[in-house]
Structures are given as structure tokens and as C-alpha cells.
């Protein structure tokens, strides 16, 4: 009987505890922390240019400009960064940010306007924010025909001319910043 007691005070007291941990706070989501801009990405590329689709592009291939941008997302909705573009110095700016299903806003003391960024779901720990853009790239099939050799030897007129408007999402893909 004593054996009962004591199996039945264990048990309850287990679910005391079990019940209490209910009460603890939810892990932050993995947007949360600081975050240095590495790469951009291209996704979601129509298909005759195909083999742009997942290009990795080093801050210095595009011209956005952008040669450094940290990015810290709190857990208590604010959010702190610092652009640096070529030739300016850093401009910071602070304001919240909100993230409902994969739409993260962020909402600027600086700007009336909010930028919107879809996060990308990805295999590594990285956080990647697309946007809706339009890009230049030469269709799959031109891409195939074409030699270096005669390429270079274009004007860049030329080289141009063998290039389309292309709408896709553009990643900015950024590495946790320890």
C-alpha cells in the first residue's frame, strides 16, 4: 500500500513539473540574430535560361553596389542594420521587423516604405531574403552556341543585344555573423 502511495505522489509530481515546462518561452526562430550579407542567389528562373537557375553571385558581380550589409534581427521585433555602398559611407537604420508565414517586413524609422522579402527555405544555416526582380540574362539555347572567343569579341553593345529582360527572385543570401 505504502508502494502505491509513493508510485501515485512520483507520478503526480512528474506531471507537475511536465506542466510547468507548458509555461516556458518559445524558442526564437532561426531569423533571429546578426547576419552579414555573403552572396546573392537567382531563383525561380523561366525556363530557357535554366542554367542560371540557383547562380551563386559575389557581392562584387552585380551592380547593386553593396559592398557590405550586416543585418541583426532581435527577438523582441527590432531589427539594426548597416548598408555600405560603393563609394558612401555605412548608413544604419533601425525599426521592427515582422514575420508572418515565410513574408518577413521590415518596417524602417528612416522610410514611410517597408521592404517585403520572402525567406527562402534552404540546407544550411543561412538566412535567405528574395525579391522580386528583373535581371539580364542570355537564353540557355544562345548561352550553348557561343564561344569566349567570339563572344570577347563583341562591342559591349553587341553583348548586350544577346541578352533579355528576365523576371526571377534575386537572394540576398546571408551567413550567420558570430
Keep these: ?53 540557383g547562380l551563386a553571385i559575389g557581392l562584387n558581380q552585380i551592380n547593386l553596389g553593396i559592398t557590405d550589409y550586416d543585418l541583426e534581427l532581435n ?38 516604405d517597408n521592404e517585403e522579402f520572402t525567406v527562402e527555405k534552404n540546407q544550411s544555416d543561412d538566412l535567405w531574403l528574395s525579391v522580386s526582380s528583373s535581371i539580364s540574362l542570355r537564353k540557355d539555347a544562345i548561352n550553348d552556341t557561343l564561344t569566349a572567343a567570339y563572344f570577347n569579341s563583341l562591342t559591349a553593345q553587341e553583348q548586350q543585344a544577346l541578352s533579355d529582360q528576365v523576371s526571377l527572385d534575386l537572394v540576398f543570401v546571408f551567413g550567420r555573423d558570430e
Excluded at 4 to 22: Q, S
Excluded at 33 to 43: C, E, H, N, T, V
Excluded at 76 to 87: H, L, M, Y
Design 1 to 53: 500500500m505504502k508502494r502505491n502511495v509513493l508510485n501515485t505522489f512520483l507520478v503526480v509530481l512528474a506531471l507537475t513539473f511536465t506542466a510547468c515546462g507548458d509555461d516556458d518561452e518559445a524558442a526564437p526562430s532561426h531569423e533571429v540574430g546578426k547576419w552579414d550579407l555573403k552572396s546573392y542567389a537567382l531563383i525561380n528562373v523561366p525556363s530557357e535560361y535554366a542554367s542560371n537557375e
Design 75 to 112: 527577438s523582441n521585433g527590432s531589427f539594426d542594420r548597416s548598408i555600405t555602398f560603393i563609394g558612401r559611407l555605412p548608413q544604419d537604420d533601425l525599426g521592427t521587423w515582422v514575420l508572418e508565414d515565410d513574408e518577413l517586413t521590415l518596417d524602417s524609422d528612416e522610410s514611410s
